[in-house]
């Protein structure tokens, strides 16, 4: 895992060419990108980075490898961790830092500890400070973003000859730390970086856990959500050895930490937002079998409304569901479970085959049929570059339908998406460029491939094509 983050680091950093560059995502090139300009940055002014990211998505392991690439110092929180143990354990990590043994400083306050801490790694080359879980601090020192404010202004006249202190905040209680640059916080107007690390997509997910097989790599990522934490605890046996196999020996098997429901706890525990667990539990269970909206939802709770309102608000901040909104015509948003795998390959990916290249806006949306007195579900749909969302006469790249079942696409799907584009024309938008696509998990029926062969506005997109393995 440490190789892949360092791969973000380019050789000014690392000494030597980046061993795994080519498959890591966007998020992880442009966070190490990001960081390196941080820590590189030669003004001698301080600066400050702001770290964010749900658990398991690798944070720790990327900011030790930089502090070990540049000699910086990391430190991190602990968890129900008293005020005086933190200031002692930190002021311990401070002389080692420098040279000294343990408990050789004996520091009274916070603010001597980070001006200390400031003193101390100014000596670097690289003057890098790390200080991870920060929200686990700020539970019994709240007067940390205060104080670091305080040290950032007077350090802004930057007199020193090389660049000034570099500090990186990091923690995984999002809203915290989302927090600290709001309203009137002593930090906001003060970082230079805004770093939120998400988990890998699902073909850099595939490349990290180095599978072969597509329909694993797809399996894997539904069960792990393409968080590279998971790996060193559910390593063994690998999933090419075997899907069924690895799930029931690893992840469901009552001896292995993960298969507990202190794992699932403990991602909720993340946002001290979250209180009463077994409601947030009710509301992702409720969504997952197929409640869409705040009135539906309520209602397999038989609970009003308003009462999963706020609940719906933090599972979305968290990044737990999603709200779809139309993107062709205003209505209520459908809440769903966070699965981004074909949005993901549509945004990201798709232009390698479209005709009209990198798409725009992509979302979902329904379209009615005044004949039929219905309306057509369409589960993907891509504007063309440049469109706006709910724009009137906008232009249409894609229209898509993914279905994750057993059975293979035929001309009958094909048939449905014509129609649906056909209704879009008649409704004043302009489909002269779309293009259908039909996703399948299991392939397609000789008659459709056979019509895909012989016409440039259609994509039948399999495993294959989805991790471009071909």
Known sequence: MVLLWFACFPRELNGTAPRFMTETSDMDRNGGKLLTEFVTDPDPAMRLGIVSGRRRHGKPYLLQALSERVGGLYVTAVREEGRLPALQRFSDALAVHAGLRPGTLRLADWREVLSN????????????????????????????????????????????????????????????????????KPLRGRAVID????????????????????????????????????????????PNDGFDSWLTRTLLDPGRAVYSRT???????EDPRITQHTLYYDILTAIAQGATTPTRIGAALERQRNAVTHPLDVL??????????????????????????????????????????????????????????????????ALALGERPQAPRARIALLGEAKATAARRG????????????????????????????????????????????????????????????
């Open 117 to 184: 801490a400031l003193e101390v790694t100014a000596r670097s080359r690289t003057p890098l400070l790390v200080i991870d879980e920060l929200p686990y601090l700020l539970q019994h020192s709240p007067e940390i973003p205060g104080l670091l404010q305080q040290l950032y202004d007077e350090r802004q006249r930057g007199t020193g000859a090389g660049p000034g202190a570099r500090v990186i905040l990091c923690g995984s209680a999002t809203s915290v730390m989302h927090e600290l640059l709001s309203g009137t």
């Open 316 to 381: 979305q901040s968290t990044g737990y569901i999603q709200r779809e909104q139309d993107i062709l015509r205003p209505r209520h948003p459908v809440i769903t479970l966070a699965d981004p795998v074909i949005r993901t390959f549509t945004r990201r990916y798709a232009h390698t085959l479209l005709p009209g290249g990198p798409p725009g806006p992509v979302g979902t949306t329904e379209v009615a049929d005044p004949a039929a007195r219905t309306k057509h579900e369409v589960d993907v749909i």
């Open 263 to 269: 794992e699932t706890e403990y991602l909720l525990r």
């Open 195 to 238: 770093l939120r690390l998400k988990a890998f997509d699902y073909r850099a997910s595939r490349a990290f856990w180095q599978i072969d097989d597509p329909l694993t790599a797809l399996r894997v990522d539904a069960v792990l959500g393409g968080a590279p934490g998971y790996r060193p605890v559910a390593a063994r046996p690998h």
């Open 411 to 470: 001309t009958g799907d094909l048939r449905r998406l014509e129609h649906i584009r056909a209704l879009l024309t008649a409704q004043g938008y302009d489909t002269t460029g779309t293009t259908l696509a039909l996703f399948s998990l299991h392939g397609f029926y000789p008659d459709l491939t056979e019509s895909a062969a012989s016409r440039d506005d259609l994509l039948l997109i399999d495993l294959e094509a989805l991790y471009a393995t071909r």
